[in-house]
């Protein structure tokens, strides 16, 4: 394999795990279409992001656990296993380019009204939502969204900023829930035959850089401040949204 190349994917995975880091999600808005710019295997590019995802989520869940709102991620975990095999049965019945193109009109319309919402005053916070068992549906939307599209973090970060939770407690969330779900993902691509030597050579290659992307990240997300860290979210989540548009299959 060219050294030139394997530079270019670690520089990338770089970028996508400081991503990750900071924000607890947003590592695939980066790593994704730059991958796709060099010549590997779509999957290979798939495969490589999860485990960089994965890799990030336990290293972070590690020195972060005592800020993960458990009995959330609890259900959110039920949700998930529950949305998994529907997820399943919606790739063969509904085309991926409206769900996706709806995802992401949706994305684009939520983030924008939530800066716009929190410019014009503060709304009233939704007490409903903070009953653990209404993160239900949302655990089975990232279950159903991650088997099919392979877009288990939109539900989960949609339900955060819902919850208005604080950064630290949304992170650290956000990063438990896609151990378990990217646990299930990564298990499913190695039957799927998405590993291969060039993966696994990849990853050795890039996993000093997911290290420092994780020491990095926690450097600059102890620097922003709350109200700026809620706006950045945000932005993201329209970010992503465009994303989706661009690239919807």
């Known amino acids: 394999m060219d050294t030139e190349l394997i530079l ?35 999957s290979t590019s798939i495969a490589l992001v ?4 994965f890799t990030v989520a336990v290293l972070t869940v590690l020195s972060g656990w005592k800020n993960v709102d458990r009995p959330v991620l609890k259900q959110l975990s039920i949700g998930t296993l529950v949305g998994i095999p529907v997820g399943l049965l919606l790739v063969k019945f509904a085309p991926n380019t409206v769900i996706t193109y709806i995802l992401g009109i949706f994305l684009i319309v939520y983030g924008m009204y939530s800066l716009v919402k929190n410019k014009i005053g503060q709304s009233k916070p939704r007490l409903w939502l903070n009953k653990p068992v209404w ?12 088997s099919a599209y392979n877009m288990n973090g939109v539900p989960i970060v949609v339900y955060g900023t819902m919850r208005e939770w604080k950064p630290e407690v949304f992170r650290e969330t956000l990063q438990a829930h896609f151990l378990i779900s990217s646990s299930l993902i990564i298990i499913g691509q190695f039957m799927g035959g998405f590993w291969s030597k060039e993966l696994l050579v990849l990853y050795g290659f890039s996993l ?8 990095l990240g926690k450097f600059i997300y102890g620097r922003i401040p709350t109200y700026k860290f809620e706006r950045y979210v945000f932005i993201l989540v329209i970010l992503l949204g465009i994303m989706l548009l661009i690239n919807p299959a």
Not at 50 to 53: A, D, I, Q, R, T
Not at 136 to 146: C, E, N, Q, V, W
Request: charged fraction near 5%; charge should be neutral.
């Open 135 to 146: 993160s239900l549906p949302f655990g089975f939307a990232a279950g159903m969204f991650g």
């Open 50 to 53: 999860g485990l960089g995802g």
């Open 8 to 42: 270019l994917v670690v520089g990338i995975v770089f970028l996508g795990s400081l991503m990750r880091a900071v924000f607890g999600f947003g590592d695939s808005i980066v790593s994704m279409p730059l991958l796709a710019l060099l010549p590997i295997n779509l």
């Open 208 to 215: 000093p850089a997911i290290g420092i992307a994780i020491l």
